[in-house]
């Protein structure tokens, strides 16, 4: 059973940064795609960036060239940094994890963006 256990989220002011992990356990981690998600009331989760390995990784417009995600494969754990935040970056984020048609999720970490 894969496990996934986001950190990091929290307040932080517009313009500002903050780092999610996501550490991952019960699984071979290297194997799966990663990802990251956000939700906020009364929309449907959406896709933030994923990435396969450290050459394939896929962002969503809104967050390009301010967020970036990484892998680090012997520790098992996703990273997500977040640069020049606005307050409609404000969501709880969700860690994704794939593989063969299977997929699983962290609990979630809120982010909010507000000075």
């Known amino acids: 059973q894969v496990q996934l256990v986001e950190s990091g989220g929290g307040l932080v002011q517009p313009g500002g940064s903050l780092r999610l992990s996501c550490a991952a356990s019960g699984t071979v981690f290297s194997l799966y795609s990663m990802g990251w998600y956000r939700q906020t009331p009364g929309k449907e989760r959406e896709l933030v960036a994923d990435i396969i390995n450290s050459d394939s990784a896929n962002y969503a417009d809104a967050v390009k060239g301010r967020f970036t995600i990484s892998r680090d494969n012997g520790k098992d754990t996703v990273f997500l940094q977040m640069n020049s935040l606005k307050p409609e970056d404000t969501a709880v984020y969700y860690c994704?994890?794939?593989?063969?048609?299977?997929?699983?999720w962290g609990q979630g970490t809120q982010v909010t963006v507000a000075s």
């Open positions: 994704h994890a794939y593989l063969a048609g299977r997929d699983y």
